[in-house]
T-cell receptor, first 108, second 111 residues
Framework: DAKTTQPNSMESNEEEPVHLPCNHS???????IHWYRQLPSQGPEYVIH???SNVNNRMASLAIAEDRKSSTLILHRATLRDAAVYYC?????????FGKGTSLLVTP | NAGVTQTPKFRILKIGQSMTLQCTQD?????MYWYRQDPGMGLKLIYY???????DKGEVPNGYNVSRSTTEDFPLRLELAAPSQTSVYFC??????????FGPGTRLTVT
């Protein structure tokens, strides 16, 4: 399975944008880039996914590099409720392969 | 919609006991999954199903069994519980792999 690399932790101030990076240098042409997040003591929650083009939804934006070897999840205005572990996952079949993710701390 | 529901929320088992973790979804999703999450780690796939009557092994299937007789239900059976199965178990469902919806989890301790 193709692997992803994320920083262990990041910190942001409330109401500021957050850019969460993910490297996936071994991505194949059919791998979709998915982002999930997990709030404390909860199950993971789908955030966004994309293949080649940048994507936007109500929760976040996903910026995908032209060579697809990296991507960035953008939270436009972080809130305290966005404090969670964010997972960048490559999906080419049915199952998600979770790594350790990035723990995002949001401070007031 | 209730989404994905799991029971029980918590359970303590003695070594060698058996139990079934229940998972039900009301979104008419064909795909269902069982994951486990050990402390400080990401989730690992135990079993998955692409439709009623069809199941397949994931990354860590040993010590577990599943069945899928209906679209809605996907129970996970633990036989002969071992301390290594102490974990949080999550069930999920989706239409086709994308946008998986997760349940709240079952916290299992085997002592």
């Amino acid at each position: 399975d193709a692997k992803t690399t994320q920083p262990n932790s990041m910190e942001s101030n409330e109401e500021e944008p957050v850019h969460l990076p993910c490297n996936h240098s071994t991505i194949s042409g059919t791998d979709y880039i998915h982002w999930y997040r997990q709030l404390p003591s909860q199950g993971p929650e789908y955030v966004i996914h994309g293949l080649t083009s940048n994507v936007n939804n109500r929760m976040a934006s996903l910026a995908i590099a032209e060579d697809r070897k990296s991507s960035t999840l953008i939270l436009h205005r972080a809130t305290l409720r966005d404090a969670a572990v964010y997972y960048c996952i490559l999906l080419s079949g049915y199952a998600l392969n979770f790594g350790k993710g990035t723990s995002l701390l949001v401070t007031p | 919609n209730a989404g994905v529901t799991q029971t029980p929320k918590f359970r303590i088992l003695k070594i060698g006991q058996s139990m079934t973790l229940q998972c039900t979804q009301d979104m008419n999703h064909n795909y269902m999954y069982w994951y486990r999450q050990d402390p400080g780690m990401g989730l690992k796939l135990i079993y998955y199903s692409v439709g009623a009557g069809i199941t397949d092994k994931g990354e860590v299937p040993n010590g577990y069994n599943v069945s899928r007789s209906t679209t809605e239900d996907f129970p996970l059976r633990l036989e002969l519980a071992a301390p290594s199965q102490t974990s949080v178990y999550f069930c999920a469902s989706s239409t086709q792999g994308f946008e998986q919806y997760f349940g709240p989890g079952t916290r299992l301790t085997v002592t």
